[in-house]
Nanobody, 115 residues
Framework: QVQLVESGGGLVQAGGSLRLSCVPSGSMFAISAMGWHRQAPGKQREFVARIDRAGSTNYADSVKGRFTISRDNAKNTMYLQMNSLKPEDTAVYYC?????????WGQGTQVTVSS
């Protein structure tokens, strides 16, 4: 399984920005796709964004136009740039990697958006 190390979470006021990072244990190009999910207390984990090996991206409607997923191949790091944050974005954000049939998850990083 791929080991994933996340960082960048924190507390921000509404309208602010955060940038999350995820570093896999191996090369990103050995991974079919990487992305982000989030989970708030009492809710199921939900899809946020993903990017595949070709650079194709996909976003949940709730974050489209505000969040941007990207990769830095030299740093072997995936990012989630979150702008215009809203209180409803508050959740634990999890990095995800799909490698064949194996689905790996990071430990999660807390994002809290105050009103």
């Amino acid at each position: 399984q791929v080991q994933l190390v996340e960082s960048g979470g924190g507390l921000v006021q509404a309208g602010g920005s955060l940038r999350l990072s995820c570093v896999p244990s191996g090369s990103m190009f050995a991974i079919s796709a990487m992305g982000w999910h989030r989970q708030a207390p009492g809710k199921q984990r939900e899809f946020v964004a993903r990017i595949d090996r070709a650079g194709s991206t996909n976003y949940a409607d709730s974050v489209k136009g505000r969040f941007t997923i990207s990769r830095d191949n030299a740093k072997n790091t995936m990012y989630l740039q979150m702008n215009s944050l809203k209180p409803e974005d508050t959740a634990v954000y999890y990095c995800n990697a799909v490698n064949g049939i194996t689905n790996s998850w990071g430990q999660g990083t807390q994002v809290t958006v105050s009103s």
